[in-house]
């Protein structure tokens, strides 16, 4: 806990009035959202033993309702991808993979398969449950990616499973002030993500920066908002904190954020959504309310019945 460094800065209001066939109508007032933790992701191995950085779901920061989990892979040495992930269950949540460089491909036990190309992405929905395999469809070269893990509300755990996989080329871009903005989810800059039907109603952003470009992105404002810097620097909320690659940043409350590129520029995967303020229960690959439904997960998958 002791690299965690802690911000409370009093967000900045402004509101805007109209006048109105004589009424004046006061807008509803747009608060920008500060920083309110930068923290940087701790370099752990997961699966068959995938090197990899985790900046969310570490000792110092298990969840971010509805964010459970946030894992880069980026690496050229073959031996730090090649064992990837192998058959492995999962239950009561959902993984989002993107990936910028390399491939992976996915397979499940029920025969459903898909390969990730770079620019990808795929938002697997495990519901009641899938077991599947994750592994690198390459043998040398960069392997560069995330997975994401969002929460799925208690009463809807135990859907059927679904699986979204979006082709880069499906992906919208924008240009905004010079930055280029990929929108894998949500509604933003005139242009909708490709990926739908998510409870937590996603933003889910790739936003590369130029010194100086200033991306200022509407959130919803009961929204969780967190980005995590992929490449260079970038300045963040209305202090403009400057952060640089490899650190994970929360906002608080508000209803928009600002982004500014620094230095040579920077890239920042953008991530908002519905916090669901239930309680969990998670141990490995299953993620439930309370600890007999992770026993009952356990019990399901020892058993065969996961899949029923
Ligand atoms: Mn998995």
């Known amino acids: 806990m002791a690299r965690m460094t802690l911000f409370s800065r009093r967000a900045v209001l402004s509101s805007a009035s109209v006048t109105l066939l004589g009424c004046t109508v006061k807008s509803a007032p747009t608060?920008?959202?500060?920083?309110s933790l930068?923290?940087?992701?701790q370099p752990t191995s997961d699966g068959a033993g995938v090197r990899l950085n985790r900046a969310l779901g570490h000792r110092s920061l298990s969840t971010l309702d509805p964010f459970l989990l946030l894992d880069e892979f980026h690496t050229e040495n073959p031996n730090d991808y090649l064992a990837g992930f192998p058959e492995h269950p999962h239950r009561g949540f959902e993984t989002v993979t993107y990936m910028i460089h390399g491939a992976?491909?996915?397979?499940?036990?029920?025969?459903?398969?898909?390969?990730?190309g770079p620019g990808s992405a795929q938002w697997m929905t495990a519901g009641h449950?899938?077991?599947?395999?994750?592994?690198?469809?390459?043998?040398?070269?960069?392997?560069?990616g995330f997975q994401l893990w969002v929460n799925l509300p208690k009463a809807r755990k135990l859907i059927a499973p679904r699986y979204q996989d979006i082709a880069a080329a499906r992906i919208p871009e924008v240009e905004v002030d010079g930055a280029r903005v990929r929108i894998v989810a949500g509604s933003t800059f005139g242009a909708k993500g490709p990926v739908d039907g998510?409870?937590?109603?996603?933003?889910?952003?790739?936003?590369?920066?130029?010194?100086?470009?200033?991306?200022?992105?509407?959130?919803?404002?009961?929204?969780?908002?967190f980005a995590f810097v992929t490449e260079g620097t970038a300045?963040?909320?209305?202090?403009?904190?400057?952060?640089s690659k490899g650190s994970l940043v929360i906002l608080e409350k508000g209803t928009s954020v600002e982004l500014t590129g620094e230095g040579e520029g920077g890239r920042v995967l953008f991530l908002a959504g519905r916090p669901f303020n239930e309680p969990i229960a998670r141990a490995g690959p299953f993620v439930m309310n309370t600890e007999a439904e992770?026993?009952?997960?356990?019990?399901?998958?020892?058993?065969?019945?996961?899949?029923?």
């Not at 109603?201 to 908002?225: C, I, M, N, W, Y």
């Open 31 to 35: 608060t920008g959202r500060d920083v």
């Open 38 to 41: 930068v923290l940087p992701a």
């Open 104 to 116: 992976m491909e996915h397979r499940d036990v029920l025969g459903n398969q898909g390969r990730l």
């Open 129 to 144: 449950g899938i077991i599947h395999s994750e592994m690198p469809k390459q043998e040398r070269g960069l392997m560069w």
């Open 198 to 225: 998510i409870d937590i109603e996603p933003v889910f952003l790739d936003v590369a920066l130029k010194k100086g470009s200033r991306v200022v992105q509407p959130v919803p404002a009961g929204h969780t908002t």
């Open 235 to 243: 300045r963040f909320g209305t202090s403009r904190r400057e952060v």
């Open 294 to 308: 992770l026993q009952q997960a356990f019990d399901d998958y020892r058993s065969g019945r996961l899949l029923l």
